[in-house]
Every structure is written in structure tokens, then in C-alpha cells.
């Protein structure tokens, strides 16, 4: 069972950055393709970025291209998710999971929420126009 825990959400400008870390209790993060999820009041949870277990791969969605960078430490299980120029219309609460992939697999990101295995408690992100 893996464990995920994200955090660095908050409350910031609009124009603004944070940065949000996910970060994996076991040590096998490099099996994991990732991802980054959000949720606003009264929408359904979207994707919001992907990653391949690599890192050679990338996704994002349109309405964060360029503003938005996912990364990953393996060495340290952990999962980045940099934004930057938040806008008011990126409140939501952020969710980042994990999907187990073959080796096969490693260079490929995943973005059917449905086929992550391992989920966030979330964390809140809050930007004030």
C-alpha cells in the first residue's frame, strides 16, 4: 500500500506561484506514473498534469500549459508540481496519485484518473483575484 501526502497548497494572488510536493511513504517511486488532479466546488475532479515513471514524459492540460511544470525526484519519492501566474479560476483542491506501471511502461504518462491506483488526502489552493 502506498501512501501519498501532499502539501504546499495555500492561499496567494492571483499572478502568484506555489509550489506543491507529493511525497510517497514507500521507496519504489520510480514504479509510479504520476499525476496531479483538482477538484473545484461543484466540478468534477479534472486532471491537471502527468508524468511518466521516466520523467521523460510529460502532459498537461491546456488550461495550464505554460504556466504549470510537473517534475519528479525518484531519489527522494517525491512528486513537484510548480505554478505559476495562478489564476483565480485554479482554486481547487489539488490531488496527487500514483499509478504502478510495468517497465514497459516507464516512458509513457497516464491521464485516465481511473487507472491511478493511489490518492491523496488533497491539498487547498486558494488564489484571490
Known amino acids: 500500500q502506498e501512501q501519498l501526502v501532499e502539501s504546499g497548497g495555500g492561499l496567494v494572488q492571483a499572478g502568484g506561484s506555489l509550489r506543491l510536493s507529493c511525497v510517497a511513504s514507500?521507496?519504489?517511486?520510480?514504479?509510479?506514473?504520476m499525476g496531479w488532479f483538482r477538484q473545484a466546488p461543484g466540478k468534477q475532479r479534472v486532471i491537471v498534469a502527468a508524468i511518466a515513471s521516466s520523467g521523460r514524459n510529460t502532459y498537461y492540460a491546456d488550461s495550464v500549459k505554460g504556466r504549470f511544470t510537473i517534475s519528479r525526484d525518484n531519489a527522494k519519492n517525491t512528486v513537484f508540481l510548480q505554478m505559476s501566474s495562478l489564476q483565480s479560476e485554479d482554486t481547487a483542491v489539488y490531488y496527487c496519485?500514483?499509478?504502478?506501471?510495468?517497465?514497459?511502461?516507464?516512458?509513457?504518462?497516464?491521464?485516465?484518473?481511473?487507472?491511478?491506483?493511489?490518492w491523496g488526502q488533497g491539498t487547498q489552493v486558494t488564489v484571490s483575484s
Open positions: 514507500g521507496r519504489t517511486l520510480s514504479r509510479y506514473a
Open positions: 496519485a500514483a499509478d504502478i506501471v510495468s517497465p514497459l511502461g516507464a516512458g509513457y504518462y497516464v491521464t485516465d484518473q481511473a487507472s491511478y491506483d493511489y
